[in-house]
């Protein structure tokens, strides 16, 4: 069935770097993607968003990027902070008007000092 | 920003027994509020959209009688696990969509049945 995934379970970045959280959607009618930040028993927090009609979203040091040739979806976090450690989220909203979105598998990203 | 509240944050239960989750919008009229479970190293799974005044929407999969979904008013959802069993031990997390696209999520309430 169609899905959400994503291409790394874990990714460890040194601190001070930049880090690339890559997602695959398969939904090629899906026209909102949302990435989140969950940290450890606590709910998602919004990162940043992104419509279909565009291909680059930038908020403060996050940027999404978004090729619907080939569906895929990334997160961009520049100089990475331990702050930043987390499990990251990408959602896609596959029925425009109903608001549901299906979540990935998640990445974790491990900020080493 | 918008905030959401749920409560409890952690509750244990003994097998049989039922256990309510609230989720509250503190300052905006939530249109549209849905019910997530997330297992252990596991992504968030839908299990039903609750719509105010109306029932809620439930995944396939997902037991309505098991999982009642009550949305009474424009701030308040609430999720009763009914005749909890230890499968049901899980992460329940809902979200709740104002005028907006995008919604808020609560802290979640770790649900522990023994």
């Known amino acids: 069935g169609e899905s959400v995934g994503l291409h790394l379970p874990t990714l460890s970045v040194q601190e001070g770097d930049n880090s690339i959280i890559n997602c695959a959607y398969s939904n090629s009618a899906s026209d909102y993607f949302i990435w989140y930040k969950q940290e450890s028993g606590k709910g998602p927090q919004f990162i940043i968003d992104?419509?279909?009609?565009?291909d680059k979203r930038q908020g403060q040091r996050v940027t999404v990027l978004l090729n619907k040739t080939v569906k895929h979806l990334s997160l961009q976090i520049a100089a990475t902070q331990p702050g930043d450690s987390a499990v990251y989220f990408c959602a896609e909203n596959r029925a425009s008007g109903t608001y549901k979105y299906i979540f990935g598998t998640g990445t974790r990203l491990k900020v080493l000092a | 920003g918008a905030v959401v509240s749920q409560h409890p944050s952690r509750v244990i239960c003994k097998s049989g027994t039922s256990v309510k989750i609230e989720c509250r919008s503190l300052d905006f009229q939530a249109t549209t509020m849905f019910w997530y479970r997330q297992f252990p190293k596991q992504s968030l799974m839908l299990m039903a959209t609750?719509?105010?005044?109306?029932?809620?929407?439930?995944e396939q999969g997902v037991e309505k009688d098991k999982f009642l979904i009550n949305h009474a008013s424009l701030t308040l959802s609430t999720l009763t696990v009914t005749s909890a069993h230890p499968e049901d031990s899980s992460f329940y997390i809902c979200?709740?969509?104002?005028?907006?696209?995008?919604?808020?999520f609560g802290s979640g309430t770790r649900l522990t049945v023994v």
């Open positions: 979200s709740a969509r104002g005028d907006g696209d995008g919604y808020t």
């Open positions: 609750s719509n105010e005044g109306s029932k809620a929407t439930y």
């Open positions: 992104i419509r279909s009609n565009m």
